[in-house]
C-alpha cells in the first residue's frame, strides 16, 4: 500500500516539475513508468491507480527524461503525509489545498492572474488540473501575499492557514533568498524558516508540505510568472 501511494505522490511532483515546459516528444521510459504505476492497487479502493487517476496519469506528455525530473527534486522526504492525501484523493475523500507564498504564487505579472475566467497564473493551472483529472470537490486556497517573507507569513500564521488544510505547497524563494544568510552556524533565517515549516507541521490535520522551487524562464533572476 505504501508503495503504491508513493508511487502516486511522485506522479503528482512529476506532474507539477513539468508543468511549465513546453511540450515536445515524450521520452520512452515513461511508458513503462506509466504501466508500472497504473497497475498498482489503490488502498482502500477497488480500483488501480490507472483508473483512479484516469487522464491525468494517463494524458499527460512528459518533456524531460525521468532521470532529470528526479534531479529537480532536491530531498523527497518520507513522503508519509503526502502519501496519506493522495490516497484519500484517490478514495474520493475531502482534501483542502492551501498555498502559501509571496509574488510568485500569487501571480505576480501573470496577465490574469487568479481571475475568475481563464486564470493563467502558475496556482490557478494547478488548481484548475488538480480538480479536472483528480477530484473536483478538492478545496483550493491561495494565502500567497506579494513582497512578504516566511517569517512575517509564520508570524501571523493562523490568518493565512485554517486546521482543516491537508496540502500545503510553501514558495518563499523569491523573497527569502533576496537576503540569503549563507552562515553555518547561529542562522536566524534558517531557524526561521524551520520554525515556520513546524507551525505548519504541528496544524491538527498534519498536513503535507511540499517546498517549492520556482524556475525562470530569463537567463538571469527569478522568474514571476506567466505572462502570455
Known amino acids: 500500500m505504501a508503495r503504491c501511494c508513493s508511487a502516486c505522490a511522485a506522479a503528482l511532483v512529476l506532474i507539477f516539475a513539468s508543468f511549465s515546459l513546453v511540450q515536445s516528444q515524450e521520452p520512452a521510459e515513461y511508458a513503462t513508468y506509466r504501466s508500472n504505476l497504473a497497475s498498482m492497487l489503490v488502498p482502500g479502493a477497488d480500483a488501480t491507480v490507472g483508473q483512479a487517476l484516469g487522464d491525468a496519469l494517463t494524458g499527460w ?3 524531460l527524461p525521468l532521470e532529470f525530473v528526479r534531479k529537480g527534486q532536491a530531498y523527497m522526504g518520507p513522503s508519509t503525509r503526502l502519501r496519506r492525501v493522495m490516497s484519500d484523493l484517490m478514495a474520493g475523500k475531502p482534501v483542502s489545498v492551501t498555498v502559501l507564498g509571496g509574488s510568485i504564487s500569487t501571480g505576480a505579472v501573470a496577465s490574469r492572474k ?7 497564473d502558475l496556482w490557478s493551472l494547478v488548481r484548475i488540473y488538480m480538480q479536472k483529472n483528480l477530484d473536483d470537490s478538492i478545496s483550493f486556497s491561495n494565502n500567497a501575499r506579494s513582497a512578504t517573507r516566511s517569517y512575517i507569513t509564520s508570524l501571523c500564521l493562523e490568518k493565512f492557514l485554517d486546521d482543516t488544510s ?9 523573497n527569502d533568498g533576496s537576503e540569503m544568510d549563507l552562515s553555518y552556524t547561529d542562522n536566524q533565517k534558517a531557524r526561521f524558516f524551520e520554525r515556520f515549516l513546524r507551525n505548519i507541521l504541528k496544524k491538527p490535520r498534519a498536513p503535507a508540505v511540499v517546498m517549492m522551487q520556482v524556475r525562470s524562464r530569463r537567463r538571469h533572476g527569478v522568474g514571476l510568472g506567466s505572462q502570455q
Open 166 to 174: 491537508d496540502l500545503v505547497f510553501v514558495e518563499f524563494i523569491a
Open 61 to 63: 506528455e512528459y518533456t
Open 114 to 120: 487568479q481571475a475568475s475566467t481563464d486564470p493563467n
